[in-house]
């Protein structure tokens, strides 16, 4: 295992942009190779309102990921029960989004911490030192942003109605980044990308995990503006997606599966990809991508951020 990468880079950042569990995982990787340098921006374009609770499942999901708490199941904390989901069921209220017990609290006190007047990235700041996170972790925007998506027969709904309701099954006819127009990336996250020694886009859906974020006015001419090299990780492997309906949005984006349609649509934004298939006319690492465990991880992050580096001369 390489130790933190350390040199020329005292307090400049390594920034992960991230949304899902691919995003997540590299983000994991990324700790065991430079420590607590590490700074994640999070997608908040899939939060919502529910049971009374402020849930955000991506700045949440890279925290628990980032504090080693992910459950097996690859969402929500480890060993967490769902008492108030099967009193809800119990009553006849529908459940059609799950929370464990634990994970529903972090959502009820972020919702009272918002109420009360704190920032969207203040209470992310809470749940990060709560649970021991050695890195930061930071929301894209405190303004709010919904992922909707228009499909035939149900038309507009939320991102989170879209992939458990439908099971993310298409055709997908729009998508739309509700209130990204009047969002603004928050100062913490200019910050980190203005410092950063190296800006890396997580290896998420380009269209709903990713896209949320470039769609918040300011933050594409805060990537082409930072001085680190912005390189994305491609999260096609192998020709397939691994989880989730990333081929769905592709098709919606007229881009083909695979790390030249990623690529595309990051096209002004990032100045190389690593991917597992070439890339013409792009900068490309080509190196195993799966992160099938924790040394897959620390080998792509170690890999991605060589690479990086090196193109930083």
């Known amino acids: 295992m390489s130790g933190p990468v350390s040199a020329g880079g005292a307090n400049r950042p390594v920034v992960v942009l991230a949304g899902g569990t691919g995003g997540a995982r590299l983000a994991r990787g990324m700790l065991d190779v430079v420590g607590p340098d590490l700074t994640v921006v999070a997608n ?31 969402w929500g904390l480890r060993g967490d029960t769902f008492a108030v989901m099967d009193g809800l069921r119990e009553q006849r209220d529908d459940v059609w989004f799950s929370l464990g017990d634990r994970d529903l609290a972090v959502g009820i006190r972020r919702a009272r911490r918002l109420s009360e007047g704190a920032r969207l990235t203040e209470a992310t700041a809470e749940l990060a030192g709560a649970l021991g996170v050695a890195a930061r972790v930071l929301p894209m925007t405190d303004g709010r942003v919904r992922t909707r998506v228009r499909v035939p027969d149900d ?18 006819q729009e998508v739309h980044f509700e209130g990204g127009p009047q969002a603004r990336p928050t100062a913490e996250v200019l910050d980190a990308l203005a410092r ?45 997606v691994l989880k989730g309906p990333t081929e769905e949005f592709m098709r919606w984006a007229g881009q083909p599966l695979s790390a030249e349609g990623v690529a595309r649509l990051y096209a ?26 924790a040394a897959g991880r620390r080998a792509l992050a170690q890999a991605t951020l060589d690479f990086a580096e090196g193109l930083a001369g």
Do not use: K
């Open 155 to 172: 038309g507009w709904l939320g991102l989170q109605e879209f992939l458990i309701r439908r099971r993310g099954q298409g055709p997908i």
């Open 268 to 293: 002004g934004v990032i100045d190389a990809i690593v991917a597992d298939e070439p890339v013409p006319d792009l900068p490309c690492l080509r190196t195993e991508t799966l992160m099938a465990d």
């Open 44 to 74: 908040t374009g899939d939060d919502l309102e529910i049971y009374g609770a402020h849930v955000s499942p991506d700045p949440d999901l890279v925290c628990f990921w980032l504090a080693d708490r992910i459950d097996e199941r690859g």
């Open 196 to 240: 950063a020694r190296t800006i890396v886009i997580g290896p998420s859906n380009p269209v709903i995990s990713i896209g949320p974020i470039l769609a918040v006015p300011g933050m594409r001419e805060a990537l082409s503006d930072a001085a680190a090299p912005v390189v994305a990780v491609s999260p096609i492997v192998g020709g397939r």
